[in-house]
């Protein structure tokens, strides 16, 4: 029997809870879902929104999965968030996590899940999110800015310079 059809889903990871053991965790759990094609260096970034609390660590997981967004999102995501302990605090929505794992991109896709577009808007303002995707595929080129990953990465890295490399965590 042929193999279905893989989509290509861009996953954004984060995390400020002992996330040199979560995230390369999260990775792997992901792996249960399909395929892991690439994965990114981890950065760190300062909390957005919510200053009191420790740095983010944050990477980006290119997974082949014949899953669909919605299934994605809603099962496998939400199931290892679960795993992970994440716990939502809607007075809160930058508050630390212990994982933090969103569809940033999903093929050439645009579209809605819940509360969350895709692509991510993110993707165009936080040197969090841009960077680490470009380092998957730095010539996919966005389904609505036009622009390559690597372009929108580079313009928002030289205006958000204290994104730092952490070469001592890996996502394999």
Do not use: C
């Amino acid at each position: 029997m042929p193999e279905p059809t893989a989509n290509r889903a861009y996953l954004s990871l984060g995390s400020n809870i002992d996330p040199e053991r979560n995230l390369p965790a999260a990775a792997r759990e992901l792996a249960q879902y399909g395929k892991i094609v690439a994965v990114s260096g981890v950065w760190e970034s300062r909390p957005v929104g919510f200053a009191d609390q420790a740095n983010f660590l944050n990477a980006a997981v290119l997974l082949a999965t014949p899953l669909s967004p919605h299934d994605l999102k809603s099962k496998a995501i939400a199931e290892i968030e679960a795993r992970f302990g994440r716990i939502r605090d809607p007075e809160n929505v930058n508050a630390p996590r212990t994982i933090d794992i969103d569809v940033a991109l999903f093929n050439r896709d645009i579209l809605t899940i819940g509360q969350r577009t895709i692509p991510d808007p993110d993707i165009l303002t936080r040197a969090f999110v841009a960077v680490p995707l470009a380092e998957l595929d730095g010539d996919y080129v966005h389904p609505q800015d036009g622009r390559t990953l690597g372009t929108i990465a580079a313009g928002i890295k030289q205006d958000q310079p204290t994104l730092l490399i952490r070469p001592d965590v890996q996502l394999r």
